[in-house]
């Protein structure tokens, strides 16, 4: 155990957001994500949400400042799901990021995952509610 950090976060999360460099993205998957399937470097989280893990990464993970930092997995037209957890990361996100959330298209999501450090998987049960994150710099 360490003071400071969210004792949600595991040594294999942390260990993974210290070897991401500036511009380097993290899926952060719900409970159908296919992360094993789009990444060989997946983190199980199951038991947790999407909303607490994000919460407790952002407090030591900088989103990237020259970039846009945030995407979504877009609903797939037609899907009349909604999709209230997004509200929830925009306001966990807020303190950290004055950009916009982006939506990718779904498939173009998982093309995008594929290319990203890791995956980290959670027992989250709403739908549409993978996000990525883009790592900054630290500047503090």
């Not at 999360?13 to 060989?40: C, Q, R, T, W, Y």
């Not at 993970?61 to 899907?79: A, E, H, N």
């Not at 990203?116 to 630290?138: D, F, Q």
Request: net charge negative; glycine share 8%.
């Amino acid at each position: 155990m360490l003071k400071g950090i969210p004792s949600i976060l595991s040594p294999e999360l942390l260990k993974i957001m210290m070897e991401m460099g500036h511009g380097d993205e993290i899926v952060i998957g719900d409970g159908n994500f296919p992360g094993a399937s789009v990444n060989d470097r997946c983190v199980r989280c199951d038991g947790h949400g999407v909303p607490e893990l994000l919460e407790a990464m952002l407090k030591l993970f900088p989103l990237d400042t020259y970039q846009k930092p945030v995407y979504l997995m877009q609903k797939t037209p037609g899907d009349t799901v909604e999709t209230p957890i997004w509200d929830e990361y925009a306001k966990i996100i807020k303190p950290y990021t004055d950009e916009q959330m982006i939506e990718v298209e779904r498939f173009e999501f998982y093309e995008r995952a594929k290319k990203t450090y890791a995956v980290v998987m959670t027992g989250e049960s709403a739908l549409y509610a993978n996000i990525i994150l883009k790592k900054g710099v630290v500047t503090e």
